[in-house]
Structures are given as C-alpha cells and as structure tokens.
C-alpha cells in the first residue's frame, strides 16, 4: 500500500474537480498543467498551490482542523475531513461504497451506500489512480472517481 502525504490526498480528493476549476476561471493553465503531472507522477503537492487552486476546499478544511483543536495539514486531519466531514451535497459529496466487480483495470462497479438499503446504488467508477482492487474492498468515492481503498 502506498503511503500518501497530506498534500497528495488531499489532491487526490480535490484534482477530480480541476477541469471544472480551470473552466470557470478559478486558477490558470499553468497550474492545470503542475497538478496533472504531480497526480501523474505521484508528486508532492505544496499547501500553497493547493490553497490558490482549492481554495473553497482547504478554507474548509483548516476550519475543519479548528474546530477539531488539530493541525490542517496532517495525514489523519485531511483522511477525517474528506470521508466523514466535506459536507458538499450532489456531486461534490464524497461517498463510500463497495466494490461488486472489477470490469477492467480502469471501470469498477461499486455500491455507493445511502441512509438506508433503500438509498444505496450501484454504478460503475472510474480507478483514475490505478488502485488495486478487488471485489468486496471497501471505498470513498468522489465525483464517481475512487479516491482511496480502506483498511
């Protein structure tokens, strides 16, 4: 398993909303083009860069760390923030889910979990980051991209 920094997790969470970013003008072409090649090349992000490029994200996330009597920038404050406390609704909501079948290395068919059975669902995401997974494994999900595998 590899072991991510603070910055690179939280990028893994917030790089899903990047395009949509640069799109609306939020951070320019030069800083779409570093934070694809640190996903890529699994690069460690700077907390400034992911402040200018994320700045709704890491606002929250060090009001987060302030509530909590914590650091922002430690590997267990950003993990807490974004699997239980990111508080976005639609899209933007990060969810947790179940592996149900491993199509290709690329397509996984999950099952996102809901209040109830009910609210549960199943749709395919896509494994951007490459993860080994298997079926069964538990997940987060953001944006229909899954994000991390859980112990």
């Given at each position: 398993m590899i072991t991510l920094t603070?910055?690179?997790?939280?990028?893994?969470?917030?790089?899903?909303c990047t395009e949509d970013r640069f799109a609306?003008?939020?951070?320019?072409?030069?800083?779409?083009?570093?934070l694809k090649r640190l996903i890529e090349e699994g690069g460690i992000p700077e907390q400034a860069l992911l402040e200018e490029c994320f700045t709704d994200a890491t606002n929250a996330l060090i009001q987060f760390?302030?509530?909590?009597?914590?650091?922002a920038w430690t590997i267990e404050t950003v993990t807490d923030f974004w699997r239980h406390h990111h508080g976005h609704t639609g899209d933007c909501r990060v969810l947790h889910g179940t592996v149900l079948v491993v199509c290709s290395q690329k397509k996984i068919a999950v099952r996102v979990y809901g209040d109830?059975?009910?609210?549960?669902?199943?749709?395919?995401?896509?494994?951007?980051?490459g993860l080994s997974l298997s079926v069964g494994d538990h997940i987060t999900l953001h944006r229909r991209v899954i994000i991390e595998r859980l112990a």
């Open positions: 603070p910055e690179q997790l939280f990028l893994r969470y917030a790089y899903v609306r003008g939020l951070f320019n072409e030069a800083h779409l083009v570093t760390a302030h509530g909590q009597g914590q650091p109830d059975a009910k609210k549960s669902s199943d749709y395919f995401a896509l494994n951007h980051y």
